[in-house]
């Protein structure tokens, strides 16, 4: 059997999903989307040589399951088509309906409702995606539900605001003492504040930027605490 060259994109919701990324990251990512859909899942030399080098904002997007890398929504639309393939290949077959093209029509039928419904869900979607996106580049978890919760009663302006200042805001803030409870955080609508360095010398200093090693052993963490 050949293998299936298609699969359902939803293109809100990956305009949304990668919002924070440059170009040259978007055009990486869908790659691996792509790779993915024709392999399975991915190896580390697969990353690698699509993305040249670990980064973090493309990484976070798959999972680590034994050694293999996976976007979770891309394997979930993959196995769907796949089983609706399935079922109009063996209806088709079916001697029970009436006929084949009722047969197909009652699937196409079943598909579109799916879709519908999909297309039903995509402005929560979109939301839910900004804010997962938001919760792991702000990197203090706790309370999650209640940030979520704070996060949905932002408007979208706010919420694309969030997600641009959120990295310069934890930069400024290595040190998670200093950082604002994540509800709090939303609550008072600090992304709209001025970006204040900590120095105990300088003031003017910029402070020490995450570094990519930092964000590398952050990703492995937060897949080996999902496991």
Known sequence: MSKDPAVLFYTSDFLSGTFTMSNEQVGKYIRLLCLQHQKGKLTEKDMLSICKAYDDEIWCKFKIENGAFYNERMLNETVRRQKFSESRRNNAKSPKNDSTSKAYAKHMETETETVNETINRT??????????????????????????????????????????SVKD????????????????????????????????TNSSKIAPKVTEQQLHEAFIKRHNDWK
């Open 169 to 200: 805001y934890v930069n400024s803030t290595p040190d998670k003492l200093y950082r604002k409870h994540p509800t709090t955080y939303l609550n008072q609508k600090s992304f709209n504040d001025e970006i204040l360095t900590r120095n105990t």
């Open 123 to 164: 402005k929560t979607e979109i939301r839910d995606w900004k804010f997962e996106d938001w919760w792991i580049w702000y990197d203090y978890k706790i309370s999650k539900e209640k940030a979520k919760k704070s996060w949905q009663k932002l408007n979208e302006q706010e919420k694309d605001l969030a997600l641009q």
